[in-house]
């Protein structure tokens, strides 16, 4: 097992890792819509989603991976009313790649944000 930690991605708001990679394969913490410098992004569902990207790709590059080597998504909103826009941005990272996709909507996420995304990659 190795840890993943990347100054591009905002720390860990708890006690766990950015990402754990386990033989060839790269398992992410949830990423919500902190920058790097441990700031939110209080803004809509679009800008949100967008700065949640960011942060995966950070720790996939630093995993040794990209977007275009992730198996398999979980995505956390806090109102399916707003899958569409969602689904429309995130089609923006996944366009021809489309990995594996859970969505659930859930009750509440850290700092109220309105998005977490996990992903799951290969590595090496």
Not at 89 to 95: A, L, V
Request: proline fraction near 4%; hydrophobic fraction near 40%; include cysteine.
């Amino acid at each position: 097992m190795k840890t993943v930690y990347t100054k591009s991605a905002p720390e860990a708001i708890g006690p766990y890792s950015q990402g754990m990679i386990v033989n060839n394969l790269f398992y992410s913490s949830g990423q919500i819509p902190l920058r790097a410098d441990g700031t939110f992004v209080d803004g809509a569902i679009e800008e949100q989603t967008h700065q949640v990207f960011s942060n995966v790709e950070a720790v996939l590059e630093a995993a040794g991976s990209s977007l275009n080597r992730v198996v398999k998504t979980t995505v956390y909103i806090k109102d399916m009313n707003q899958f569409g826009a969602i689904n429309e941005i995130y089609g923006e990272y996944f366009d021809t790649h489309k990995p594996a996709r859970s969505c659930v909507e859930v009750a509440r996420l850290p700092k109220d944000a309105l998005i977490e995304i996990e992903v799951i990659a290969l590595v090496g």
